[in-house]
């Protein structure tokens, strides 16, 4: 079956880093294009970032442009988000996502807080 694992959420400060990791396993990773959306408390659920399978094409909100990166490595199946100039509307869970076989997955969530 289809899973994903988030990692690499915390407390940082404003202005600080973080690199989120999603672990994928159940299908073919490779074929598969990757996004990661965040939930704040009280939003609804926003997307992130997205990137193709063969991490030819990246896209992302305007939001988070310029200071957050997705990337993925094939061969570990998984995916990252590098989030630099972090700020406390930044403040939300991270959640990885796949559309595979007519369906989105999502993984737990990694909660992410930015404060001082």
């Known amino acids: 079956q289809v899973q994903l694992v988030e990692s690499g959420g915390g407390l940082v400060q404003p202005g600080g880093s973080l690199r989120l990791s999603c672990a994928a396993s159940?299908?073919?990773?490779?074929?598969?294009?990757m996004s990661w959306y965040r939930q704040a408390p009280g939003k609804e659920r926003e997307l992130v970032a997205v990137i193709t399978s063969a991490a030819g094409s990246t896209n992302y909100a305007d939001s988070v442009k310029g200071r957050f990166t997705i990337s993925r490595d094939n061969a570990k199946k998984t995916v990252y988000l590098q989030m630099s100039s972090l700020k406390p509307e930044d403040t939300a869970v991270y959640s990885c996502?796949?559309?595979?076989?007519?369906?989105?997955?999502w993984g737990q969530g990694t909660q992410v807080t930015v404060s001082s």
């Open positions: 996502n796949v559309f595979v076989w007519g369906r989105h997955y």
């Open positions: 159940g299908f073919i990773f490779s074929s598969y294009a």
